[in-house]
């Protein structure tokens, strides 16, 4: 059972940067897509960027020319670079992976990392 593990949160001023990562306790090779989720307090868990297994991403409209999501398939790592941060960027970020089985789509997640942006 692969597990996923966040990390690089934290609180930052708007208009600053931080970079998360996503570290699998086993290989993500074979793992389709990889992405990241936020939920901010009193909304539902959104998606904020995906990448695949064939490096091809996509990204929520709210953080498009911000953030860039990558994959090292030999760290079996995920990372999501965020800049120019705003208020609303704040919230819980979760990893996320799935591969396929024989069984059926296999989903992934983390705990979650806090980033919070305030002066």
């Known amino acids: 059972q692969v597990q996923l593990v966040e990390s690089g949160g934290g609180l930052v001023q708007p208009g600053g940067s931080l970079r998360l990562s996503c570290t699998a306790s086993?290989?993500?090779?074979?793992?389709?897509?990889m992405g990241w989720y936020r939920q901010a307090p009193g909304k539902q868990r959104e998606l904020v960027a995906t990448?695949?297994?064939?490096?091809?991403?996509t990204y929520a409209d709210s953080v498009k020319d911000r953030f860039t999501i990558s994959r090292d398939n030999g760290k079996n790592t995920v990372y999501l670079e965020m800049s120019s941060l705003k208020p609303a960027d704040t919230g819980v970020y979760f990893c996320?992976?799935?591969?396929?089985?024989?069984?059926?789509?296999?989903?992934?997640w983390g705990q979650g990392t806090q980033v919070t942006v305030s002066s």
């Open positions: 086993g290989s993500i090779v074979d793992f389709e897509a």
């Open positions: 990448v695949s297994n064939a490096d091809t991403t």
């Open positions: 996320n992976g799935h591969r396929w089985s024989w069984s059926g789509r296999i989903e992934y």
